[in-house]
Structures are given as structure tokens and as C-alpha cells.
């Protein structure tokens, strides 16, 4: 079990990693942080697993964590149907 611990915080690290580097692109930066939420799940999945506790708070997590990528993902095509890419570099946020 500890292994399974182990290995997604390692992936946790990982995503954090790309998010940083690819943060030029914002369909880049939206599957880095999906790739985060659900190896946060099952981090906080396995903690709660070890206590014997409810796993109904997962359930609010997984949720919440859809409806942010459901928003991000219209935000990304609103994006692409006005400057035509998704390049960060290009776009200056203080014009909006």
C-alpha cells in the first residue's frame, strides 16, 4: 500500500514539474492539472482507506475537480476562437 502512496506522490511531483515547464500552453497547463487532481484523489483515497474513514469526500472532490475542467476547457475554446492559438506568450491578460 505504501508503494501505491509512493508512486503517486512521485506522479504529483511529476505533474507539478510539467506544469511548470509547459506553462506556454494552456492545454498543456489543463491536462497538467487534471493529472494533478487525480493523483491527489488517490492520495487522499489511500489516506482515508488507511484510517477507515468515509470516502463520500472523494466523491465532492472527483466533482469538483470535473466542474474545473469542464470551465477550463470552455475558457480554452473561447480562447481559441478569438486569438485563433493557445499560446500564453502571445496573450496579454491585462487587455481583458
Avoid: P
Avoid at 511548470?20 to 482515508?48: D, R
Amino acid at each position: 500500500m505504501y508503494m501505491n502512496f509512493y508512486f503517486n506522490f512521485m506522479l504529483c511531483i511529476f505533474s507539478i514539474l510539467i506544469f511548470t515547464l509547459f506553462y506556454k500552453h494552456i492545454l498543456l497547463t489543463l491536462i497538467s492539472l487534471e493529472f494533478i487532481m487525480i493523483n491527489l484523489m488517490m492520495i487522499i483515497y489511500y489516506i482515508l482507506l488507511n484510517f477507515n474513514m468515509n470516502m463520500i469526500f472523494i466523491f465532492i472532490f472527483f466533482t469538483i475537480s470535473v466542474c474545473e475542467s469542464v470551465i477550463g476547457l470552455s475558457l480554452l475554446i473561447l480562447l481559441i476562437r478569438y486569438m485563433g492559438n493557445d499560446y500564453m506568450k502571445i496573450m496579454n491578460l491585462m487587455k481583458w
